[in-house]
């Protein structure tokens, strides 16, 4: 029989998807015959209260990073049981127990921390029996990540490993992996051939501004300004992902510039290539 695996993940920052983008490349790799399902967790909230949430999340970022920060601060050792927490373990709860008893996964992979949270609670509730095992796509350990009832955690780094332990959970549940990333980084890429595949000049140095897939590089906006003090011989590549105002700012610096020097892309797929005919990365 084909072992079918559920990965939960959400649009809520492209790291999260990335994450579960390099999972499921891998699990295809390595086990052809698994049926693989991605599934973002936004699939099973109300619509407008997801939009909502989505639009608030990124709107603090490039707005009030500060602010968020220290709501991220505050709330980075809440109680498994607190009010907050169990609220937070029955968002889409009830359309992602159904999902779950029509799909019949062997394993669900979250991702992202609240799905992972739900699942503790269908466990707690003896509502499913499925394995959960918890990919934190952080260099750091919140409480949104911690559930009791999750049986395999996978940590960036053994620091990590050792803070959830400190945190009471049982230490052949925490494995310190790396975060995952797509297998294409892994191969190493020529610099002139990345360049040239780009339509660069192969023979001058690449700068890389990357504001995030949605745009949230803090100052982005001065970005422009700051670029036109830079040697002439300079080539930029500036990917502004999925935010049209970035872009078309970075657009307009281009025409009043040498276009060969700056070039404008929004989401780019291929992040291994750029980033492998470039000198320098500027990013989050």
């Keep these: 029989m084909d072992t079918r695996v559920l990965i939960l993940s959400a649009s809520l920052g492209e790291g999260h998807r990335q994450a579960s983008v390099a ?9 052809p015959s698994a ?27 490039r707005l009030a990073p ?14 498994p049981d607190s009010r907050v927490q169990r609220r937070l373990n029955r968002l889409g709860l009830a359309a992602l127990h159904g999902f779950i008893a029509d799909y019949d996964p062997d394993l669900v992979i979250c991702t992202y921390p609240t799905p992972a949270g739900v699942l503790s609670r269908l466990r707690e509730l003896g509502a499913t029996r499925v394995p959960v095992a918890t990919i934190v796509t952080d260099y750091t350990v919140h409480s949104q990540w911690l559930h009791p009832a ?19 959970f049982d230490p052949a549940r925490i494995h310190a992996t790396g975060i995952p990333i797509r297998h294409q980084f892994a191969e190493p890429l020529d610099r002139r051939a990345a360049r040239q595949q780009l339509g660069l000049d192969p023979d001058r140095p690449v700068l890389l501004l990357m504001g995030g897939a949605y745009g949230v590089l803090p100052r982005l906006g001065k970005m422009p300004r700051l670029l036109r003090g830079l040697p002439p011989e300079v080539q930029v590549l500036v990917v502004c992902g999925r935010d049209p105002r970035s872009y078309r700012r970075f657009q307009r610096e281009a025409l009043a510039c040498d276009l060969g020097r700056m070039r404008v892309f929004g989401f780019v797929e291929p992040v291994h290539l750029f980033m492998a005919a470039s000198d320098l990365v500027v990013t989050k």
């Design 150 to 168: 999750v049986d395999m955690y996978f940590v960036g780094a053994e620091q990590i490993r050792e803070a959830v332990i400190q945190r009471g």
């Design 66 to 79: 500060r602010i968020y920060g220290d709501f991220y601060r505050r709330t980075m050792a809440i109680a």
């Design 23 to 31: 999972i499921e490349d891998e699990l295809r790799r390595q086990c």
């Design 35 to 61: 049926t693989v399902h991605v599934a973002d967790f936004g699939e099973f909230l109300n619509h407008t209260f997801y939009s909502l949430m989505r639009f608030g999340y990124l709107q603090s970022l």
